[in-house]
């Protein structure tokens, strides 16, 4: 056994041992085993240090990351004396012997290093620590084959040296495995890949319309790629805790961002007691408007009735367009004629009374399209007549009418707003060129569809049998293994533990997956070349198993781990 070697090399031999920490193993070792060696001299070949059993891992990971940092500073100095007593002249001799005594001192500075840091090198935490600082310089340098040999060939002298190792060889092996932890990274970075969507264009925008509008999206959708999305399938419908509760609140969500567009607030089904309520709500907009700016009957509104009219008697039969001339005459019957011929107005009470009786025409026969445009051509006037005040808040109600009309054709059974029919909707009015209500398209309401439907895709459930059945035999088998792995031959019924992870696992993958604050800082992980850095990340781990220096032998005197175990009984 290795001098500092020996808590690890027993636990790996008696695995049943791991659940007691390095101070209750090395303490049971030393009273039952060991009594007449010195403790320290027992500690430290055992790789035990008191002080480092007592850190938490924040402390071992700046310890780490320390350590690394002064290990470079001893390389430094150790090139730089090297680099000095190269470049002596034979008349300076003389000066050479003080600095191969420097080398020798900072060799031996590097054997004792090792030695006393050992036992904290051995920490996950130290070597975490270490591997970010050794990470820092990759992550900040340039990208391409030759920048990272050269980075890696850096760390690789900055190696500290101790005895006969070479640094000709640790430069080499740097150069070497930056090059190999580059090609590493590529796969790694494949790997990685899945997890990111394609972040821009459409996609990108439709999630920031989305989660602008308040509907909560989670990883796969903000982010997408097939790892997320078997993740999501595997873990949909857990057979104990039951479906996931997410998709109807990012439904109803979605219901109450479409129904602000009608100026609808804080309703997240669009029942038909709300989508009256708000019906109403835009009849008394317009009323009002009236009330206050006499529509003036023109030229345009004479010539835009007319038109009306003719296309209906041209397209209905005579009942059916009989209707329609009569709800033309109404409103003229209602005209207060002006002082001058051609002149007149209509006032704010009988506007709205015209509008009911509008309201009243049954659509059957194809009567409703007609309807529609006498509305719009009363509207029109309006506009044409009111202050530049009730002109401002007659296009935001057109707007809303608008809205209204879309949104009542994307009203699924269960009084939620379809994203699917919803885009239907307002594609149909962009195919058939029509306006909505006067002013266009409501270009919020648009962006939703649009975005609800590519983000959300098909609202039909995915059984993801397949999917689930994997997730909970891998979550199953990998609990019976960790628990195996963990607590040995001591272990509960690793069916028990089976079980009880491919309950929990999809469970918990679930609720990250769903959690909102998980799903956003994983998207601006995505957006900020987060991706990018951990290819990187991973091209540096590559790099770690090539570059690592050997350590000297040292002379020890060796403890067997045999009949241990029947020492600790």
């Known amino acids: 056994m290795a001098d500092g070697t020996g808590l690890q090399d027993f636990r790996a031999q ?46 071992r990971f700046a310890r780490g990351f320390g350590h690394q940092v002064a290990e470079w500073g001893r390389g430094a100095e150790q090139l730089a004396v090297s680099g000095t007593r190269a470049t002596l002249l034979p008349s300076e001799r003389d000066k050479a012997a ?45 990208e391409g084959w030759a920048a990272t040999a050269g980075i890696g060939a850096a760390e690789g002298a900055l190696e500290p040296t101790a005895g006969e ?24 970075g494949r790997a990685i890949q899945p997890f990111r969507n394609t972040l821009e264009g459409a996609r990108d925008a439709a999630v920031d319309v989305l989660r602008r509008a308040g509907v909560p999206l989670d990883a796969e959708q903000q982010i997408g790629g097939r790892v997320l999305r078997t993740a999501k399938n ?21 219901t109450r961002a479409v129904l602000r ?73 209602g005209v207060r004629t002006g002082p001058n011929p051609g002149q007149g107005t209509i006032l704010g009470d ?30 029109a006037a309006l506009r044409r007549s009111a202050s530049p005040q009730d002109i401002q808040l007659l296009a ?38 029509q306006s909505i209500y006067g002013q266009g398209a409501n270009q919020r309401l648009v962006e939703l569809a649009q975005a609800g439907r590519l983000v959300f895709g098909s609202r039909t459930p995915n059984s ?27 272990s509960v019924e690793p069916w028990l533990v089976g079980l009880a992870s491919s309950v929990a696992g999809p469970a918990a993958v679930r609720a990250v997956i769903e959690n909102p604050t998980t799903a956003n800082a994983l998207r601006q992980w995505a957006t900020n070349q987060g991706i990018t850095n951990a290819a990187t990340a991973a091209r540096y781990l590559g790099r770690i198993g090539g570059a690592s220096t050997a350590e000297s032998a040292i002379q020890r005197r060796d403890i067997p781990l045999s009949d241990m175990q029947s020492q600790l009984q």
Not at 27 to 56: C, E, I, W
């Open 14 to 59: 008696y695995p049943q041992y791991n659940d007691l920490s390095d101070t209750q193993l090395a303490d049971k070792l030393y009273s039952r085993y060991y009594s007449d060696m010195p403790r320290q001299t027992f500690n430290r070949k055992m790789g035990y240090d008191p002080q480092v059993a007592q850190m938490g891992s924040a402390e």
């Open 98 to 142: 003080p600095l191969t005594a420097r080398s020798q001192e900072l060799s031996q500075q590097e054997t004792e290093s090792r030695r006393a840091n050992a036992p904290l090198m051995r920490t996950t935490g130290a070597k975490v620590g270490s591997m970010a600082a050794e990470a820092l310089p990759f992550l900040a340098g340039p």
């Open 165 to 188: 190792e070479s640094r000709t060889l640790n430069t080499a092996l740097g150069a070497g495995a930056g090059v190999a932890g580059r090609a590493v990274g590529s796969l790694a």
């Open 234 to 254: 595997a873990a949909a419908d857990n057979p104990v805790f039951g479906p996931s509760e997410f998709p109807a609140r990012q439904q109803e969500a979605f």
């Open 261 to 333: 567009e009608m100026g609808i607030a804080n309703e997240t089904e669009a029942s038909p007691a709300v989508m009256q309520a708000g019906r109403q709500q835009l009849r008394n907009a317009y009323n009002a408007i009236a009330a206050r700016n006499h529509i003036n009957v023109d030229a345009v509104m004479d010539r835009d009735l007319q038109a009306i009219q003719t296309q209906a008697e041209q397209s209905l039969n005579r009942d059916d367009a009989n209707v329609i001339r009569a709800q033309i005459r109404n409103i003229y019957d």
């Open 350 to 379: 009988r506007y709205a009374a015209i509008n009911q009786a509008l309201d009243r025409v049954p659509g059957q026969g194809g009567k409703a399209p007609f309807v529609t445009d006498i509305r719009q051509a009363l509207t």
């Open 396 to 433: 935001q109600t057109d707007q809303r009418y608008g809205a209204m009309r879309q949104i009542e054709r994307a009203i699924g059974p269960d009084n939620q707003i379809s994203p699917a029919l919803l885009y239907n909707a307002t594609d149909t009015l962009a195919r058939t060129n």
């Open 464 to 490: 993801g049998t397949p999917q689930r059945v994997a997730g909970m035999a891998l979550f199953g088998a990998g609990g019976a293994y960790a628990d195996r792995r963990a607590r040995g031959a001591g």
